[in-house]
């Protein structure tokens, strides 16, 4: 797409995905979100990035804010709720923080023509962008519509890259603070492929204009260093929680990992290149067969004509889940709680990291592992987790409907239900045997639907996965069996948001959830001369959103998926 279709497309989607006949028009729908809102500050309901300039390269300005969108898709708006209106719960959403070891000899950059997320330009300074997306929530007092303090953060997977620990080490302090500089090998200089001299990556500090300089990238002196050397994570001031995705249990997201290619993550070469012919092969083999490109990559590390030698470093061992559960038990990373952030050290020895935890005093929440460690990105769920999440949707519901649509009463507590997974309901299709239990029948999406939809205390399903915008009702006969699934955009990808969501009693017969978007606390502006920790932070964003691989548009999402006041009928008692 080019630079000028982009901002095309942009002058539609910065309006909330709504077509407004003027300024005026638009001025007034913000005067209207403002006025049923307790505070817009700080949110997309306020401003939001903005592409400017005629270059194919765009900076970004603060730009008008998006509306609140009304969806009746489940249940109708009735008049006069905001007067009545209880706040419920208020909390926030990340997901697919990409916590990223851009040195580590076990990535794919040089597959980015065939898959934009195999390399991406602002990948150096991750560490800072999800840094800034934290000092955003820090600062800011509650939900807009509801008033009420966050009780929670949940990262709802994909919070490392390439499950090293490196990186879980990074995403722990990032999210409960603490010194930390995104580096790995020698500490004192880059060694990726930003400097390679590759005209097909990026190379910020070097004159010579590589393919990304062509479209207008800017040189930028002492970026590397910058992006590599040490700074002061402050750390969530909110209790904070973590779901698992793909990219924390597999070699890049994507293939299964044996252990055979724990020498090459640790060792002294990494392949930076090689010809489209064996690109395509390998690019192949990552969609049709996991287990021939493992074997493929570790003949390319060892013989291929583009591989450089870089400094060994143990940090790059890849984790386990139950390596990944226990980190999460250590003091030094309980921040502002709670300690294990979800995790437990039953958790540990079993290596079933799901969970049912309190989000206020009428939500609970449950986590679940959709991961499938057969390879392949998406996921599913085993017989043995289905069975427990029916049992905890039994537990906290008052009434449900079996199998044949009959109502059955429980002696449950009857509290309202928020599930959490990584993967959504259209990416849970991976049904190869889990070798954790490779005689276990697996479930898709489709199934987990069913099952949420005859609890009514089930009011929504949070996810992320796909690093997109997208809301779906998931509508039924009976409207109390109705709940909505909210899929959060990434923040190693443009938009990169987090999600405020809030929940509250409309005194009718109804219950609202607000879905408010927010941007890192990263100032829009950038200068190439300057590699202070805001201006990288910023540069992270300005950066994602020139991103050729990337999918501006499509992940974006509409109005409907922004900023939304989500109806839907509360269940009945």
Not at 494 to 520: C, K, M, V, W
């Amino acid at each position: 797409m080019t630079g000028t279709s982009v901002a095309a497309a942009w002058a539609a989607l910065s309006l909330g995905g709504a077509q407004y006949a003027s300024a005026a028009t638009r001025e007034r729908a913000l005067a209207a979100t403002a006025a049923r809102a307790v505070s817009v500050t700080g949110t997309t309901l306020d401003q939001v990035a903005t592409p400017v300039g005629t270059g194919t390269y765009k900076r970004l300005t603060a730009g008008p804010g998006w509306p609140l969108v009304v969806r009746g898709d489940l249940a109708a708006a009735g008049t006069g709720r905001d007067d009545r209106r209880t706040g419920l719960a208020s909390f926030v959403q990340f997901s697919d923080l990409h916590l990223v070891d851009t040195e580590s000899p076990v990535r794919f950059e040089y597959l980015a023509k065939w898959n934009g997320s195999a390399y991406r330009p602002q990948e150096a300074l991750n560490a800072r962008g999800v840094s800034s997306l934290v000092e955003r929530v820090n600062s800011l007092n509650g939900g807009p519509y509801t008033g009420l303090p966050f009780s929670m953060v949940m990262a709802t997977g994909d919070n490392t890259d390439n499950h090293e620990h490196a990186e879980l080490d990074w995403y722990l302090t990032v999210m409960g603070g603490g010194r930390m500089a995104q580096n790995t090998g020698d500490p004192n200089r880059y060694e990726g492929v930003q400097n390679s001299g590759n005209s097909a990556f990026w190379n910020p500090e070097l004159s010579f204009v590589d393919g990304y300089k062509e479209q207008g990238f800017p040189q930028v002196p002492g970026f590397l260093s910058a992006a590599g050397r040490p700074f002061d994570a402050p750390g969530l001031r909110t209790p904070w929680y973590t779901t698992v995705g793909n990219h924390d249990d597999s070699i890049e997201g994507t293939l299964p990992d044996f252990g055979l290619l724990n020498d090459l993550y640790t060792g002294e070469y990494k392949l930076e290149g090689c010809d489209d012919a064996t690109a395509a092969q390998l690019m192949d083999s990552l969609r049709r067969d996991p287990a021939g490109a493992v074997l493929l990559l570790g003949k390319l590390l060892v013989d291929g004509e583009a591989v450089r030698r870089i400094t060994p470093d143990e940090r790059r061992q890849p984790f386990t889940l139950k390596e990944f559960a226990q980190a999460h038990l250590n003091p030094a990373h309980t921040g502002a709680g709670p300690y294990g952030h979800g995790f437990t050290s039953d958790m540990v020895s079993s290596g079933k990291l799901y969970y049912t935890f309190r989000i206020s005093e009428k939500v609970v929440g449950i986590s679940l592992d959709t991961t499938n460690q057969a390879g392949f990105a998406d996921g599913s769920l085993g017989t043995a987790q289905l069975r427990w999440l029916e049992q905890q949707l039994k537990a906290h519901s008052g009434h449900w409907y079996d199998t044949d649509g009959r109502r059955v009463t429980g002696g449950g507590s009857d509290d309202l239900i928020m599930v959490f997974s990584h993967h959504t309901s259209t990416s849970m299709g991976n049904l190869l045997p889990d070798p954790r239990n490779i005689f276990e029948r697996r479930h898709d999406g489709n199934e987990l639907v069913a099952l949420l939809q005859r609890y009514p205390n089930v009011v929504a399903w949070v996810n992320g996965h796909t690093h997109m915008n997208k809301i779906t009702p998931h509508g039924h006969t009976v409207p109390e069996r109705a709940f909505w699934e909210i899929n959060t955009a990434s923040h190693i990808d443009y938009p990169q948001h987090g999600r405020i969501i809030e929940i509250a009693d409309n005194g009718d017969g109804t219950l609202s959830l607000f879905t408010t978007l927010i941007e890192s606390g990263a100032p829009y502006d950038t200068d190439f001369g300057s590699t202070t920790d805001a201006n990288l932070a910023a540069l992270y964003r300005e950066l994602s959103y020139n991103d050729p691989h990337g999918r501006v548009t499509a992940l974006l999402g509409t109005g409907e998926d922004h900023n939304t006041e989500l109806l839907i009928a509360k269940p009945t008692k």
